[in-house]
């Protein structure tokens, strides 16, 4: 009753009041991904790491103890996949550094198996194509961030590009590192998930900022703690209504997506968590530390009845 009371009255929570707690939980989060990153690391896939994928099915439902025994020699990773037991994902995670090698790991697999089995995929992924992949992917994060608060600094201000651009950081770096404490696989269908969850972050956060730019012309003397809050608690029903239907259609994706969209789908569905919790804890306390007053006092809108109060 207390969550659809958010979506038929306004609210008044006081998250200024809560702004210590929140960053310390923040930083802890950080923190703890910063620490796994640098000691674990990410579980790269195939596409980071190179190698041979090969997925292959059987008419049969599929023993994996004789599979396991026919390959045997051979330095790979089973995994059963689709719902009739019938398929077989086999990964050679950074093995063949050339595309020779590769092809001979490919015809050995063939041959172990026999014709019990048709493949039904491979991928061959060389290992410089793989650093290349991870370099560029740091890169197309960075500069999608970048980018983002560049955009918000010449649409508002560049307070609140400050806020957006710590807020993307906070987000991406707590998602990647629940991949990494996780042990997740890492793969490019990840990095498209952070570059949109970087997209939805923003687009959740300028909302909130628009609000807020509208109440500093409107509200010239409401302290900016006050004004913080009311912000807040007016962008709150909308936060939760986007954040719901959105976690929805993750969940179903989820659900029926399959492997090829399942870590997509885990980073979308915690990230917009996260990035729902930084509008309202990160993002808007944030400008409590920052000069927005200075957006006021700058601008030529009408001065409020609220100026005579107090």
Not at 21 to 44: C, D, E, H, R
Not at 60 to 78: F, H, S, T
Not at 99 to 119: C, Y
Not at 255 to 282: N, P, Q, R
Request: aromatic share 8%; hydrophobic share 50%.
């Amino acid at each position: 009753m207390k969550l659809i009371s958010l979506f038929t009255k306004p609210t008044n929570i006081d998250f200024i009041g809560l702004r210590k707690y929140a960053f310390f939980f923040s930083g802890l989060l950080m923190i703890v991904s910063v620490v796994s990153l640098a000691t674990k690391g990410l579980n790269y896939g195939i596409d980071f790491k190179g190698g041979v994928l090969m997925e292959v099915q059987s008419e049969q439902p599929v023993d994996m103890k004789i599979v396991r025994e026919k390959l045997a020699g051979l330095n790979v990773d089973l995994q059963p996949i689709g719902e009739n037991g019938t398929e077989v994902l086999i990964t050679a995670l950074g093995q063949g550094t050339t595309e020779q090698e590769q092809m001979n790991i490919v015809k050995v697999v063939r041959a172990e198996l026999g014709d019990e089995f048709s493949v039904r995929r491979t991928e061959m992924v060389g290992p410089r194509v793989g650093s290349e992949l991870i370099r560029n992917s740091i890169i197309a994060v960075i500069l999608g961030a970048l980018v983002i608060s560049i955009y918000i600094w010449m649409r508002f201000e560049w307070e609140f590009a400050l806020g957006v651009m710590i807020s993307i950081i906070h987000d991406i770096l707590i998602t990647v590192g629940l991949f990494s404490v996780c042990g997740l696989d890492f793969n490019m269908t990840i990095v498209a998930g952070l570059m949109m969850l970087a997209g939805y972050s923003t687009n959740d956060t300028i909302v909130s900022y628009d609000r807020m730019r509208e109440n500093l012309h409107k509200y010239r003397k409401m302290p900016i703690p006050e004004m913080i809050n009311k912000t807040a608690n007016d962008m709150l029903p909308r936060t939760i209504m986007t954040g719901i239907s959105t976690i929805l259609a993750l969940i179903v994706m989820l659900l029926i997506g399959g492997e090829a969209l399942e870590g997509f789908a885990i980073a979308m569905l915690f990230g917009i968590v996260v990035g729902t919790y930084s509008s309202v804890y990160v993002a808007m306390p944030l400008l409590m530390y920052l000069d927005v007053r200075k957006t006021m006092e700058n601008s030529k809108a009408p001065v409020s009845p609220y100026d005579h109060v107090g």
